[in-house]
């Protein structure tokens, strides 16, 4: 190639790079000067946002598909941050909240400064005021010092702060907000974590002062807003400050939930005006039968505490503004009810309009259960159960096409029966058809967080009080009582078991003495009448106490001979836990906890008698009440005394010895005759167990606890041959994601090992003459399917405490024969001299203490004589049909006095479930089973 050639090419070569660059160059002004103007615009008018999809949360239907519990289309606001304008921020918040509260709606606000008539107080210091009122724990005391009085209030002998935790947390409806690590009410390190997460000041502690400083320096909000509208644009700020790490910030954040048509339009309407704000439609649940199957189902809240805060948001991945289930089977099954969330990412104009969608994830669904209740049979038990209950409270007359029943006794109407459950179970496979609780509530209000006034309709009014109407409380878990009479057919089963004859016939004469204690026969209690000779049937029937006392002891008490087996309080407890009364029944809730653990024996009362003597010693002996010299050499000398008399009840030494003991650890010669005779007499004596804990425990009395779910699942076990079932709320578990593999693992049925299973033919026999002969035959006179069944009453003593003990007092210090003036200053002074005293800082139990050092002649007895007696726990249990049974019931009413009053319930129950209330085209009652049809 000659070099003309190569000359020819590189010219031809250059002319051609500079023709593209020219082209590029063209390209370029034509873009930057022609087109510039409107590329500039489209690029302004063109937002590409990453945007989460919420995932639907599981449904969760009855047996048949029945919606329980659903979600429905509700609209969101949401705040990308990264789109806002810093200078416009407060602008922002304060248009969003105006429209909201213009509206109704609410706001996610959890900013912890709160503005009262007495000033700006913080959420986390108002909480944990408000639950010391609630638990009667002085305002002064630290966590430590309220853990240990609710440990001694509870009577709990452990020492190990985490094994009282569990006792204490063991214990319906009380909360217990301390750290036993830190040993700081969990809303203390709540307040910690805030201060960091804002980075307050170490020296601005007082609320004022940090809601000031929040204000001016961290939010710069102008003055000319209010206090509480500035407060208003600070919790939608702390939304935005706080809820998402700095590697998020991408991420929009939810600052109002399930809000009103209106609020949509307004915000809508002015989207121009207010950057970085969304509306997105999102899936939120919903409750279709309102109060139906509360208990079962639970319900949904914030995450609050720090073990969810630890479990949600750290472990799982949730963001702090979601909703998670709190109880029943939203709380169980929240992982497979939480779904799994999409997203998107979209081009938007700058109205926020969607332009187009660039990428989407769908979100997967959670997962459906299907509960083993039948929704329409729920309703049913439910509207029995209040319906009973209201009837019950006025006296009045409960008629039904299966009965008349006038429910009042000779002491009137029971007004106080104002609480109840029904639990309802198919004998043969454990699945639970009816959970029934009165009162209830609707979860529907805690589906997007509960406002204070809905709150306050919840709680009980009158705190003070147990068996005051909770209608949070779930009785059929949480509320274990003793069993009354119910409990019979065990003792009886026992006998047979080990050689009684049902046959066998003791006469009843009226009452059994052991010792200085007096056991009587319901029916010689009442009238001085007795009930003759009975055998085991006609003893369940007729529910009496003379014929248990004797076989639980093995004793023929009416001919003074021993009965021929044997049998002894170790037989009656191993029948106990074989029916499964001292274990938890299996069902598919563990919040709240179900109570467990009820069946009393001897070590258990031992334990007790000692805690319980502890406690009495702590609050009783001082300082004061050892030799000076010993308390100078040794500071724990109390301590040590107190623990060495509570050992000795396990031996229950004579009084001599008592008193020598009581010398040696240095209680003064004042001191020591008292204290003998108070551990001798009052404990020691009571500490190990004797033939009259057996008479108690043989009619379901004494230290007895089994809740309605425990007591049915005896029952069934009872009605169905001896099988034990675990009980289930659960079907079947159906997955959205056909990916899954869920299922629900069938326990295997246990056969008790029973030495002769036809012994509970017996049994049955004596429980179906209940409903025929015995206590319950006019409660199914009329009924055309045969019953079995049994009434009960736990004893339940003491008097109702007024929800303020000091208006209690002072309204009666007439009757106290002591002046106000008077009780008032000895009031204050008790108070002022005992402040290192917990007692003394209630001013009801301080008043008590200052009437009676006024008038010496009044006792404790004396003080409460106004108040209102507590009535009975009322029982009513069983199965039906008697020849094949199907389902088994139990009734628990609180207060009811008597229990028949439960019969009713057992009797509509049974025939709603079979039908009776159905009438087919000929005119004749339905027989089937709801459960088969």
């Given amino acids: ?32 000067i022609a087109e510039g103007e409107a590329h500039r615009e489209y690029a302004e008018n063109r937002i590409v946002k ?61 900013f912890p400064i709160i503005l009262t008539d007495k000033g700006f107080v913080f959420k986390f210091d108002e909480s944990i005021a408000q639950w010391k009122e609630n638990y009667e724990i002085p305002e002064e005391y630290n966590a430590k010092e309220s853990f240990d009085l609710l440990r001694i209030r509870y009577e709990i002998d452990e020492s190990e702060p985490a094994e009282v935790q569990q006792r204490l947390l063991a214990i319906p409806e009380l909360t217990v907000p301390i750290s036993i690590r830190t040993w700081k009410f969990t809303e203390e390190m709540r307040k910690d974590q805030w201060f960091e997460q804002m980075r307050i000041p170490e020296e601005k502690e007082n609320p004022r002062e940090v809601f000031q400083w929040l204000r001016n320096e961290k939010f710069d909000i102008p003055e000319h807003f209010t206090h509480r509208k500035a407060r208003d644009i600070m919790a939608i700020r702390e939304q935005i400050e706080t809820q998402l790490p700095g590697f998020m910030q991408y991420q929009p954040i939810k600052i109002a939930q399930d809000i009103s048509s209106d ?23 919903t409750y279709p039968e309102n109060n139906v199957a509360a208990h079962v189902l639970g319900n949904l809240g914030k995450i609050s505490d720090q073990s969810e805060i630890e479990y949600y948001i750290d472990e799982k991945g949730y963001l702090p503004s979601d909703i998670i289930g709190k109880t029943g089977i939203e709380h169980k099954f929240e992982d497979l009810l939480k779904g799994k969330d999409g997203s998107q990412r979209v081009m938007v104009d700058s109205r926020g309009r969607l332009v187009r969608v660039l990428e989407k994830e769908e979100p997967v669904p959670g997962e459906t259960i299907k509960l083993t209740i039948d ?24 008629e039904t096409p299966w009965g008349s029943n006038e429910l009042v006794g000779t002491q009137g109407p029971r007004k106080n029966a104002t609480s109840g459950s029904v639990v309802v179970t198919d004998v043969k496979t454990g699945e639970i058809l009816a959970m029934a609780n009165y009162p209830a509530y609707d979860p529907n209000l805690f589906v997007t967080g509960i406002s204070n006034d809905d709150w306050e309709k919840v709680m009980p009014e009158n705190p003070r009080d147990p068996l005051a109407p909770r209608p949070l409380l779930n009785i059929a878990m949480s509320t274990a009582v003793q069993p009354g009479s119910t409990y019979k057919m065990l003792v009886g089963l026992a006998g047979l078991e080990s050689g009684l004859s049902p046959t066998y016939r003791i006469r009843d004469r009226g009452y059994i003495q052991v010792g200085e204690h007096s056991f009587g026969n319901w029916l010689w209690n009442q009238s001085r009448q007795t009930m003759g000779y009975q055998n085991l049937y006609e003893a369940i029937a007729d529910s009496n106490n003379y014929y248990f006392y004797s076989i639980a002891n093995a004793y023929d008490y009416s001919r003074n001979r021993p009965l021929p087996y044997e049998m002894d309080v170790d037989t009656l407890i191993d029948y106990a836990v074989m029916f499964g009364l001292n274990d938890p029944t299996g069902i598919e809730i563990d919040r709240p906890r179900e109570q467990r653990g009820g069946v009393p024996n001897p070590e258990s009362k031992l334990r007790m008698t000692k805690a319980v003597l502890r406690n009495h010693l702590n609050r009783i002996l001082g300082e004061g009440d050892f030799e000076p010299e010993l308390v100078e050499e040794n500071p724990e000398v109390q301590q040590k005394a107190i623990e060495h008399l509570v ?52 009619i379901g009395q004494g230290s007895h606890a089994y809740t309605p779910l425990q007591m049915t699942n005896y029952m069934a076990m009872v009605a169905n041959g001896g099988i034990r079932n675990q009980l289930s709320v659960v079907r079947d578990i159906s997955p959205e994601n056909p990916s899954s593999n869920i299922s629900v693992q069938d326990s295997e049925p246990q056969h008790l090992p029973l030495n002769d299973p036809n012994n509970l033919m017996h049994i049955h026999r004596g429980m179906h003459e209940a409903t025929v002969s015995g206590g319950a035959r006019n409660y199914f006179r009329d009924f055309p399917v045969e019953v079995a069944a049994k009434t009960g009453t736990a004893q339940r003593e003491g008097k109702i405490p007024p929800a303020d003990e000091v208006e209690y007092l002072l309204s009666n210090l007439h009757h106290f024969r002591v002046d106000e003036s008077a009780v008032l200053a000895e009031t204050e002074r008790l108070m002022n001299e005992n402040r290192d005293q917990h007692q003394f800082q209630d001013k009801g139990y301080a008043m008590r203490i200052a009437i009676r050092n006024l008038n010496p002649s009044l006792t404790n007895r004396d003080l409460d004589e106004y108040k209102e007696d507590y009535d009975n726990f009322s029982w009513f249990t069983g199965f039906a049909p008697y020849e094949d049974p199907e389902i088994a019931i139990s009734v628990l009413i609180f207060q009811g006095g008597a229990g028949g009053y439960g019969a009713p319930v057992f009797r509509e129950v049974v025939a709603e479930y079979l039908g009776l209330n159905e009438e087919a085209e000929n005119g004749t009652h339905i027989l089937n089973s709801y459960m088969t049809q």
């Fill in 375 to 398: 929704l329409e049979f729920q309703k049913r038990v439910e509207k029995i159960l209040k319906d009973v209950l209201e009837t019950i409270q006025v006296g009045g007359t409960y």
């Fill in 1 to 32: 190639m000659n070099l003309k050639d190569t000359k020819v090419r590189f010219l031809m070569m250059t002319a051609m790079i500079l023709l593209f660059f020219m082209i590029i160059i063209f390209r370029l002004a034509s873009l930057m």
């Fill in 647 to 698: 050992e000795l009840a396990e031996i229950n030494p004579p009084r001599y010895e008592v008193y020598r003991n009581v010398r040696d650890v240095g209680i003064i010669e004042s001191r020591a005759n008292a204290i003998t005779d108070l551990v001798k007499y009052s404990y020691y004596n009571q500490a190990n167990w004797s033939i009259a804990d057996t008479m108690n425990f043989s």
């Fill in 263 to 285: 609020s949509v339009s307004l915000i809508e309407e002015m989207i121009y005006e207010l950057p970085g704000v969304n509306i997105v439609v999102e899936p939120v649940r």
């Fill in 50 to 110: 990453s945007l989460s999809i919420s995932a639907p949360r599981g449904e969760i239907r009855d047996r048949y598909g029945r919606l329980l519990a659903g979600n429905r289309p509700s609209f969101s606001v949401e705040i990308s941050k990264n789109e806002m304008i810093d200078e416009r921020i407060n602008e922002i918040s304060a248009e969003l909240t105006h429209i909201f509260n213009r509206n109704g709606d609410q706001f996610i606000d959890s």
